[in-house]
């Protein structure tokens, strides 16, 4: 299957999981978890983007190379993705939010290291979306999360609509890209891994 045919299955299919989760999560009542996996879901497609990109190695002070970190990767992502759809969004607070809520479940090092004692979560409050209140070292950062998801799920269209992968990273995106989480058909065809059929308008 042609690598343009590969990328829109897997879009189709990150969607009808990932994304559509976030909504049912919100349906749910689970307002912090869709937040959370918001913020796991752009470590995924950065792995995507990096990987497509030949996994460029970084120059280190002393001359030589190393592999590119997670939080570079993530932040890179959300400058190429989620900055050009709203400017006041900032990679690297984002990315410790993330740290947070997968790893404490509440406060991260790195967004105290910013001079913020937290961060707060709204919900149907728009205006507020990367809000900052008090002064250092006790500000406080606010996310709105309907604003957040509508961000990503259109910073995530524009990504896959624009992969333009190296040719000689073509086998490993692919496989990377068969890897990601897939419906598993039980029956009648026990263990098939299956892509949703029905239009993204009825994901959710």
Not at 129 to 144: E, F
Request: hydrophobic share 40%; with cysteine; glycine share 6%.
């Amino acid at each position: 299957m042609p690598i343009i045919a590969q990328l829109a299955k897997a879009k189709k299919n990150f969607f009808s999981t990932c994304i559509a989760d976030m909504y049912r999560a919100i349906e749910g009542d689970s307002l912090v978890g869709s937040f959370t996996l918001i913020a796991c879901a752009i470590g995924a497609l950065a792995e995507i983007a990096h990987l497509s990109n030949g996994s460029p190695l970084v120059p280190t002070d002393t001359g030589g190379t190393r592999k590119k970190r997670d939080n570079e990767k993530y932040r890179e992502w959300v400058t190429s993705w989620l900055v050009p759809i709203n400017g006041r969004c900032n990679p690297k607070y984002l990315y410790s939010i993330r740290c947070a809520l997968a790893h404490t479940h509440g406060a991260s090092d790195s967004l105290r290291g910013e001079d913020f004692s937290g961060y707060a979560f709204t919900h149907d409050e728009p205006t507020k979306h990367w809000d900052v209140y008090g002064t250092a070292p006790n500000k406080v950062l606010t996310l709105n999360l309907e604003t957040m998801l509508a961000e990503l799920s259109l910073a995530t269209w524009n990504f896959f609509d624009s992969i333009a992968p190296l040719p000689a990273v073509e086998a490993d995106l692919i496989k990377e890209l068969e890897d990601l989480i897939t419906v598993v058909s039980m029956a009648p065809l026990h263990g098939i891994r299956q892509v949703d059929t029905r239009p993204y308008a009825e994901l959710h």
